[in-house]
C-alpha cells in the first residue's frame, strides 16, 4: 500500500505516518521546510518530500520526488490555524490578506496536491482524505469569530464535494474528515483525545469510505457532520 501524507512533520500529519508505517505501508511524507521529527523514524518504507502546498509545482517535480506509480491513499493534512480569535480572526480585526493566506494553504493547497497526484491515484482506484475542522461547518458555528480559519476549511469542504463528484468516474472515493479537538502544538495542546485516537479513528473511516455518501464530512468517530 502507498500512502501519501501532506503536513508530515508533525502533529495529525505525523500520526498518519507512524500509523500507516506500522501497517508496513510505504509513506510518502510531505513537509514544508523541516523534517522535524520525522528524522527520528527508522524505517525503509519512508520516503520524505519537501513540498510546501502553496507552490505550484509540474509534473517534473513530480517524477524528481519520486512519488510511486500508484497512490492508494493520500491525506491532505497540511494546514494551518493563523492568529488566535481574539487577536486577529474577530470580526473587527480579520483581514482579507489573512483570508486569502488561510485559504491558500487549507483549500487550495490540498487541491494543488490533488491536481499533480490524480493520475497516480486513477491508476490505482484510490482514496482521498481531506483534513477539515468541524469549525468549517456553517451549522455546527455558535460562537463566531475565527473568521480566517472557519472560512478556509468550509472551503476546503466544498472543494471535497466536487472532487468526489468528479472523481468518481475514476473509482476515487473522497472525504472530508474532522479530526476532532486533539491535543497538538496547534491547539497548544489542549483538547479531549489524543493524536494516535484521533488517526486511528480517522483511518477507520478511510478504510470504510465506501459506507458513506461521496464527498461527505465525517468526524474521527465515523460520524455525519452537517455543513
Known amino acids: 500500500m502507498n500512502v501519501v501524507v501532506t503536513g508530515a512533520n508533525r502533529g495529525l500529519g505525523l500520526g498518519f505516518v507512524k500509523y500507516y508505517l506500522a501497517l508496513g505501508a510505504n509513506v510518502w511524507a510531505c513537509y ?3 523534517k522535524n521529527n520525522l528524522d527520528m523514524i527508522d524505517s525503509d ?5 519537501r513540498w510546501d502546498v502553496v507552490d505550484e509545482k509540474d509534473n517534473s517535480f513530480i517524477s524528481e520526488s519520486k512519488f510511486p506509480e ?4 493520500l491525506i491532505n493534512n497540511a ?3 493563523g ?3 481574539e487577536s486577529g480572526q474577530s470580526l473587527d480585526s480579520v483581514t482579507a490578506r489573512l ?8 483549500c487550495l493547497g490540498p487541491l494543488r496536491v490533488v491536481q499533480r497526484l490524480k493520475p497516480m491515484l486513477i491508476a490505482t482506484s484510490g482514496k482521498i482524505a481531506n483534513i477539515s475542522s468541524k469549525m468549517g461547518s456553517s451549522e455546527d458555528n455558535t460562537s463566531g469569530g475565527c473568521y480566517a480559519y472557519r472560512a478556509s476549511k468550509a ?4 472543494i471535497s464535494k466536487s472532487m468526489a463528484i468528479d472523481l468518481a468516474p475514476n473509482n476515487i472515493r473522497v472525504v472530508s474528515l474532522h479530526p476532532g479537538w486533539v491535543r497538538t502544538d496547534m491547539t497548544d495542546y489542549n483538547g479531549l483525545i489524543d493524536i494516535e485516537t484521533s488517526v486511528a479513528g480517522m483511518a477507520n473511516v478511510i478504510d470504510n469510505v465506501d459506507n458513506y455518501s461521496p464527498g461527505e464530512f465525517i ?3 465515523g460520524k455525519v457532520i452537517p455543513y
Open 219 to 221: 468526524s474521527f468517530d
Open 79 to 81: 494546514g494551518i490555524y
Open 32 to 34: 514544508r521546510s523541516e
Open 45 to 49: 518504507n519512508l520516503n520524505c518530500v
Open 155 to 158: 472551503c476546503l469542504i466544498n
Open 83 to 85: 492568529p488566535k480569535k
Open 99 to 106: 483570508i486569502l493566506d488561510l485559504v491558500d494553504v487549507n
Open 70 to 73: 500508484t497512490i492508494d491513499i
